[in-house]
């Protein structure tokens, strides 16, 4: 699986919209961007993924350019509970016979400040 | 159950003794991770299963873990002759197949060798 770079911190003001880089130069054709994220001492929470085109939920955007070499995640609104550990991971698609399995790397740690 | 339950959720125990760490996964989840973490680290993919066999165990760092599944549910991850490096926390998800955004993760299991 393609290895992932990100800042190790960011801060936002609460309120205003966090913007979460991600960079994966070395993404192949079938793999996927994941998104997930750690609120101190819990497990971690699935907030989102995409191929190619940009994708939006409830609770984010994922931004991914054309080259497919970098994206963000894009929390609108970001509250003081958004505080947390933010992973971007690249995986295989379960088609060509993935386990599905997840590797993490150190993440962004988020904080939101009032 | 409503999540994916792990128990205990604090365990200390002696250098050398065995541990045994018990994962719940959302019924009808067949596919089943365990991951680990050290403090202040990322997350560490253990092995995965896929009803009750374990297609990669690439993850388990020596032959001192084992993991088994019955019944296509619960999980047990057992560590042996523990030492103070397995301190860390133990955290199972499961998914409905594999794939990388069904995960739902448990709470974990803080594991402190002394």
């Known amino acids: 699986d393609a290895k992932t770079t990100q800042p190790p911190s960011m801060d936002c003001a609460e309120g205003r919209a966090a913007n979460l880089p991600c960079n994966h130069s070395?993404?192949?054709?079938?793999?996927?961007v994941y998104w997930y994220r750690q609120i101190h001492s819990q497990g971690p929470q699935y907030i989102i993924h995409g191929l190619k085109n940009n994708e939006t939920n409830e609770m984010a955007s994922l931004i991914i350019t054309e080259d497919r070499k970098s994206s963000t995640l894009i929390l609108p609104h970001a509250t003081l509970r958004d505080t947390a550990v933010y992973y971007c991971i690249v995986r295989q698609s379960t088609y060509s016979g993935n386990t599905g399995k997840l590797i993490f790397g150190q993440g962004t740690t988020l904080q939101v400040k009032p | 159950g409503a999540g994916v339950s792990q128990s205990p959720s604090n365990k200390v125990t002696e250098k050398g003794k065995d541990v045994e760490l018990r994962c719940d996964p959302i019924?009808?989840?067949?596919?089943l991770y365990w991951y680990r973490q050290s403090l202040g680290q990322g997350l560490e993919f253990l092995i995965y299963?896929?009803?009750?066999?374990?297609?990669?165990k690439s993850g388990l760092p020596s032959d001192r873990f084992s993991a088994e599944r019955t019944g296509g549910s619960v999980s047990t991850l057992t560590i042996q002759r523990t030492q103070q490096e397995d301190s860390a926390v133990y955290l199972c998800a499961s998914s409905l197949v594999a794939t990388g955004y069904g995960y739902t993760f448990g709470s974990g299991t803080r594991l402190t060798v002394v």
């Open positions: 070395t993404i192949s054709g079938n793999e996927y």
């Open positions: 299963f896929q009803g009750n066999s374990a297609p990669d």
């Open positions: 019924s009808g989840h067949t596919a």
